[in-house]
Structures are given as C-alpha cells and as structure tokens.
C-alpha cells in the first residue's frame, strides 16, 4: 500500500517535530518534508510532490491564504489542511473558497488530525470535525455566508477572495505604521497607487478606514503582530 506522504509547513520548529513524531507512528503515513515559510512551502511541493500539506495559517512573510492560493495558481493538487490557533469563521470561510480541504485548530487530538489527514487524501473536506463531499461543502460555505452576516460576504462568488498580492503588501505597511507617502517610496509606486489600492482594501474588508483594516489583518492572522508596529492611522 502506497504511504500519504505528507508536508508540514510551520514556523514554530518544536511544533513541527511533534507533528512529524504523532504521524510517523502511523504505518499509513509519511512526513517527506517541513518548511517554515511560506516560499520554503512552494519550493518543496513543487519538488516533492506530497499529498497532503498541513499549513499553518499565521506563517511569516507570506501568510497561508497567501500560500494556498499560490499552491492553486500553480496547480498544485495537493490536499491542503490549514492549521490554525484559533477559531474564526471568517476565516475558515476565506480558508475553503481559497481551495483548503480541511480547517483544524492547533489543539486538535492526535488520532483526529490523523484521520483528518485520511479523509482529505480520499477527496473528502473537513470542516468543524464533520465531513463532507463537495456539495456538502458547497452547502456549508453558502450557510455560513448567511451566518457571517457581512455585507461584504453577500457575493458568494467574490467573498471569500483574498487581497492581491499588492493589496496584501500595502495593508502589510499599514500595520507597521507607514503613511501613504511612505509605502509608496518603499514599493517604487506613486502616492495615487497606493490610495486607489487602499480604496480597494477597504470595500474588500468592508471597514471604514485604514485602522480598522490593519485590525482585520491581525486578527485573521494575514500579518503577525510582531512584524507589525503601532500607528496604523497615518495618512
């Protein structure tokens, strides 16, 4: 019997290696890669190849949304578990629009996340610990639209899109305090770019300004709190 081989993409090496250990002991399973970063994470599934990938979703640099949709822009088929510390709707819903297979806290049992692992290889989505074939999920995501509450969530079709890379990488400044004036010299772009940019981000994320944007970023883990700074209100 052919073994699921596994990639495990964390920042936190400790985790990593406990992970690596729970699934070893399975006769089933076989970890043939870590990374902890996102780039790390696309440079080894493209050479490996693994069925499986568990990405933790509050990684540096590029965060997992950012991660997965590039796994998917490249067409790279591999099941994708996101690994998170924390519960958020939202969160899963960006998560399973952007193509994850399955959402699952860090405190998560062993023999759960092993099975999990199972149920995603045979084409299966997991979801709050229940399972589901495609229009299971289909039905889940469209529920939880409604259950979101968000006017921004309204449009099955867009909601759950994350920024553009360029969007991401604005926003990223913003929590670090930089002005207008200053993201634009440190990206090479005019000041009128990254005003229309900014313009965008807020109907994306549908918050009145810049503040509550970078708010949203953190609490959703698309930019860590400690490559972030204060002062995320500057014009």
């Known amino acids: 019997m052919d073994k699921i081989k596994l990639l495990i993409v964390d920042d936190h090496p400790l985790f990593r290696q406990g992970l690596r250990n729970v699934l070893s002991e399975q006769a089933d399973l076989q970890v043939v ?3 902890g970063t996102g780039q790390e994470a696309i440079d080894l599934a ?14 540096p640099e ?7 949709r590039q796994f998917r ?11 998170t510390a924390y519960h958020d709707l939202e969160q899963e819903l960006h998560a399973f629009r952007a193509g994850s297979a399955a959402y699952c806290p860090k405190d998560v049992t062993p023999k759960h996340l092993i099975q999990v692992v199972r149920w995603v290889k045979q084409g299966h989505y997991v979801v709050e610990g229940r399972v589901y074939d ?6 889940w995501l469209e529920e939880g639209v409604e259950k979101a509450g968000r006017p921004y969530l309204n449009d099955v079709r867009e909601a759950f899109s994350p920024l553009s890379p360029r969007e991401m990488e604005i926003l990223e400044c913003v ?3 930089m002005s207008n004036k200053e993201i634009a010299y440190s990206l090479g772009i ?7 940019h ?31 700074a204060t002062g995320a209100n500057k014009s």
């Open 175 to 177: 929590t670090r305090g």
């Open 62 to 68: 590029m965060n997992g949304l950012q991660v997965l």
């Open 73 to 83: 822009t490249e067409h790279i088929d591999s099941a994708v578990i996101m690994l």
């Open 46 to 59: 493209r050479k490996l190849h693994p069925d499986v990938i568990m990405l933790d979703i509050n990684l």
């Open 190 to 196: 005019s000041h009128q770019t990254v005003k229309n």
């Open 198 to 228: 900014m313009t965008a981000i807020l109907q994306k994320l549908d918050v009145e300004d810049r503040t509550q944007a970078a708010v949203y970023a953190l609490r959703h883990g698309w930019v860590r709190l400690d490559e972030s």
């Open 33 to 35: 890669g870590e990374a």
């Open 134 to 139: 495609e229009e299971g999920l289909k039905v």
